[in-house]
């Protein structure tokens, strides 16, 4: 069974200027989740979909970054622009949802840097 | 105070040692707990559930104690492939998950 994909998995930027990460979660994982994680820390979400429906932005910022989720499968995440604070691992994971929420499955992370 | 709290480590123990890892949290209405495993510049792989009457996985146990919001991880006869950062997990009914920050372990031959 094919993992959580995506790219790129670098990406290198200098500031004000836009990216965009892509995500294509396990087959018939109706729940999407993008995190950000900075170095010694642990992921922190930045949104939840369930199918195409984002269900929880709270940590997102609105101001630049922007996600959707078309057709309840891919999913794109987009910054723009960028700024220097904005250097983390990206990182994608997907679950069946509800009580299962917790068994998450990680893709290998887009590692971006802002200079 | 973090709603998920871990000791950050790190922790240094020779093989073969046992080491045992601690998380609290501070909203009683979690439901459910994990442990994930995340090596040097990895993603995090999800590791075990963490029960009430506790469940364990060859070597490694897991703790839940409901009444002092604390969970644990228990790793037996370490191994040099244990060296990771071990993440707790607190999931609220499916609707929200937090993450803690992680506690290194370095295992030593």
């Known amino acids: 069974e094919a993992g959580v994909v995506q790219s790129p998995r670098y990406k290198i930027i200098e500031k004000k200027q836009p990216v965009a990460f892509w995500c294509n979660p396990i087959?018939?994982?109706?729940?999407l989740y993008w995190y950000r994680q900075n170095l010694g820390q642990g992921p922190e979400l930045l949104i939840r979909?369930?199918?195409?429906?984002?269900?929880?932005d709270s940590q997102l910022p609105k101001d630049r970054f922007s996600a959707e989720r078309l057709k309840g499968v891919d999913s794109t995440l987009k910054i723009q622009p960028a700024e220097l604070g904005d250097s983390a691992v990206y990182l994608c994971?997907?679950?069946?949802?509800?009580?299962?929420?917790?068994?998450?499955?990680f893709g290998p992370g887009t590692r971006l840097t802002v200079t | 105070r973090k709603e998920v709290e871990q000791d950050p480590g790190p922790f240094n123990v020779p093989e073969g040692a046992t080491v045992a890892f601690n998380c609290t949290y501070s909203?009683?209405?979690?439901?459910?707990f994990f442990w994930y495993r995340q090596d040097c510049r990895k993603e995090p792989k999800l590791l075990m559930s963490?029960?009430?009457s506790g469940n364990e996985d060859g070597r490694f146990t897991a703790q839940l104690n409901r009444a002092s919001q604390y969970i644990s991880l228990l790793i037996r006869d370490s191994k040099l492939s244990d060296s990771a950062t071990y993440l707790c997990?607190?999931?609220?009914?499916?609707?929200?998950?937090?993450f803690g920050a992680g506690t290194r372990l370095f295992v030593k031959a």
């Open positions: 963490v029960y009430s």
């Open positions: 087959s018939g994982h109706n729940t």
């Open positions: 909203n009683s209405a979690s439901q459910s």
């Open positions: 997990v607190v999931n609220l009914g499916g609707f929200k998950t937090i």
């Open positions: 994971a997907s679950s069946l949802g509800g009580l299962a929420g917790g068994w998450q499955y």
């Open positions: 979909y369930e199918n195409e429906e984002a269900v929880d």
